[in-house]
């Protein structure tokens, strides 16, 4: 297991990977920082409300992709890394909570 420290709005996040991973997750970090930098008005927008509107707008760009390669050509399902599940499951919950903030 390793740590890779990203660099996300300004702030520093520290998530966990699996072994060989931190190029991959600095990356995915990257490409959501740079798509909060485009965000028009994000600055007034706590914390939490932009990184989920920068999300949704990620989520939007993957499923346009999947739409555009048309059911004829179905994505090539990625080989699973089970030694990533307890991350997952820890992002997973950690988003629900942001959720359930936005939501109360």
Do not use: W
């Not at 300004?10 to 991959?24: I, K, L, M, N």
């Amino acid at each position: 297991m390793s740590n890779v420290t990203l660099l996300i709005g300004g702030r520093s996040y520290t998530v966990a990977c699996g072994e060989g991973q931190e190029e991959h997750v600095t990356m995915l970090g990257r490409t959501i920082d740079a798509k909060l930098s485009t965000m028009d008005g994000h600055a007034g927008l706590s914390e939490q409300r932009a990184l989920l509107f920068a999300a949704l707008l990620l989520a939007d760009e993957v499923d346009e992709l999947k739409q555009s390669r048309g059911a004829e050509h179905p994505p090539p399902q990625p080989a699973i890394d089970e030694s990533a599940a307890p991350e997952l499951e820890a992002l997973a919950a950690r988003l629900e909570n942001l959720a359930s903030s936005l939501e109360g």
